[in-house]
């Protein structure tokens, strides 16, 4: 029996139409500018952040670097939570690529913004000191549980940080979710950052793909630290084209991933290992403390009963659903792990 999956949304691949419409992509050499795919994608993913460019990237990694790039000097600062993707899953890139000097915040439960303790931490440039330059958020929380940063919360943080010269950014490889999850529109998010980095190939179920999405100016420049990155592809409609696909047909449907979420946790919470209350968008996280078994191994038993999971610490798993997880998977999921844990 083909296994249930659910240790990322990552993990799906392309459906037949998408494949369709992808091998129907017309392409041309997105370094000189001319893939009118990439094209086209990247003027559409910017009218719905209400910004003016956008540029695409290879992977959410990428797309998170040269927004800090753009935004931090070499030698300054980044300001973001200690469970940030950008300081715990991209190895260093901020320091080793760009010379970035990032401090943390820590935040509980993680994922929540406590505005004035962040304010607290920003940095102006006095002789001795590191200018904090830029703050980073993310939305929703990889670490935080799929958590979403409520819009208010955000627009507080907006203004502390240009009260005190600082840009924002947005980890934005789920805020579709968050969107979808609360009705908010993708451009109200949007008019709070300086730059946003997204990701296609996440619950949109796209193969490849993030964008950054920021000023034209920005962007210019932008587009030569991807080269530098080595980011500048060629023939990349075939990716842009399965993007495009996955914004017009695979985006309201995160609905039934978030459905599918509340089910599992609803499941699995009389074992005292869900709090139902923090699971609002596809991600499922999974506490062991209060159990005898530790993480790996309960991944492992999961996993021989044909249901995979995460392991994201010592007593900590999770569980992600996405396009590829239907109601009966998640009842095989469900009926799995409650009998692992009864
Ligand atoms: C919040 C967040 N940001 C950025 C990324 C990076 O995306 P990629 O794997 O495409 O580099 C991920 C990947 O899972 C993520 O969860």
New binding site residues.
Partial sequence: MTPVDLR?D?VTRPSAEMRTAIAAAEVGDDVYGEDPTVNALEAEVAALFGHEAALFTP????A?QVALQLLVPPGDELLCDADA?IVN??IGAAALLSGISTRTWISSPVGALDVEAITAQIRTPVTHSVPTRAVAV?NT??RGGGAILPLDVLAELRKATAAHGAALHC?G??IWNAHVATGTPLASYGALFDTL?V?L??GLGAPAG?LVVSSAERIGRARRLRKRLGGGMRQVGILAAGGRYALEHNLDRLADDHARARRLADALAPYGVVDTARVVTNLVPIDLTKTAVDAPTFVARAAEQGVLIGVTGQQHARAVTHLDVDDDGVERAASVLSSLLS
């Fill in positions: 990322s990552t992977t959410g990694s990428m998170n993707h899953y991209e993310e929380h990889n980890d490889a789920r980095a990701c190939s996440k993030s």
